[in-house]
């Protein structure tokens, strides 16, 4: 079936300073979604991406549609502490309509 | 409206019961989705609507469970005979037929089976 890797699986960095972390799948998509969720919450939309090379920001987020449409990126720009959360990858089954997540990249921010 | 609303936030429950949870998707959109997330996975599909009509199951979905969007509002998933497996935050989203792949999520019933 259809899989989603992100990496790295944790990160522990100092407020300031920038984040980068990327998503690979096993098979093509055609639409990539950034997701954060806190604890007890559901995750939120942070960026959609729709074409192949697509760059988009969202205040300090970036986020690139990869060449290959099977892989994408997310970078953060001098982190704060509220950045601290869970950062989902995923992608859509255009044929299914089915969401498919990745497994988290969980981001924690030293004051 | 102020997004997805989903009842109860928590549900603690002994093994062998059965368990109701309610999603309440944004008004406008048709459609709903149910997803399941233990620790440290991310959110797996469950199941969609499109208005009242279920669209796609996974094969996640064993006979226990069960859901229903009666009007194409509100929807339900049941859960019968718990097992401890069954332990997981229940996600529902909803979205609109334009900006589909843009799921909405409510803030989860987290379950717990003694």
């Known amino acids: 079936g259809q899989q989603l890797n992100q990496s790295p699986q944790s990160m522990f960095i100092q407020e300031g300073e920038d984040v980068s972390m990327n998503c690979t799948s096993s098979?093509?998509?055609?639409?990539w979604l950034w997701y954060k969720q806190e604890p007890g919450e559901g995750p939120v939309l942070l960026i959609a991406?729709?074409?192949?090379?697509e760059l988009t920001s969202n205040g300090r987020l970036t986020a690139q549609f990869g060449i290959t449409r099977k892989d994408s990126f997310l970078n953060i720009s001098a982190s704060i502490p509220s950045d601290v959360g869970i950062y989902f990858c995923?992608?859509?089954?255009?044929?299914?309509?089915?969401?498919?997540f990745g497994q988290g990249t969980t981001l924690q921010v030293k004051p | 409206d102020t997004g997805v609303s989903q009842n109860p936030r928590h549900k603690i429950t002994k093994r062998g019961q059965n368990v109701t949870f309610r999603c309440d998707p944004i008004?406008?959109?048709?459609?709903l989705y149910w997803y399941r997330q233990t620790l440290g996975q991310g959110p797996e599909f469950l199941t969609y609507?499109?208005?009242?009509?279920?669209?796609?199951k996974s094969r996640l979905l064993s006979d226990r469970f069960s859901a229903e969007r009666p009007k194409g509002s509100f929807s339900t998933l049941e859960i019968q005979r718990t097992e401890q497996g069954d332990s997981a935050m229940y996600l529902c989203?909803?979205?609109?037929?334009?900006?589909?792949?843009?799921?909405?999520f409510g803030s989860g019933t987290q379950l717990s089976v003694l």
């Open positions: 609507f499109q208005n009242e009509a279920q669209l796609e």
């Open positions: 008004s406008e959109h048709n459609r």
């Open positions: 098979s093509i998509f055609n639409t």
């Open positions: 995923a992608g859509l089954d255009h044929y299914t309509g089915k969401l498919i």
């Open positions: 991406l729709y074409k192949a090379g």
């Open positions: 989203a909803s979205s609109s037929d334009r900006g589909g792949e843009k799921l909405f």
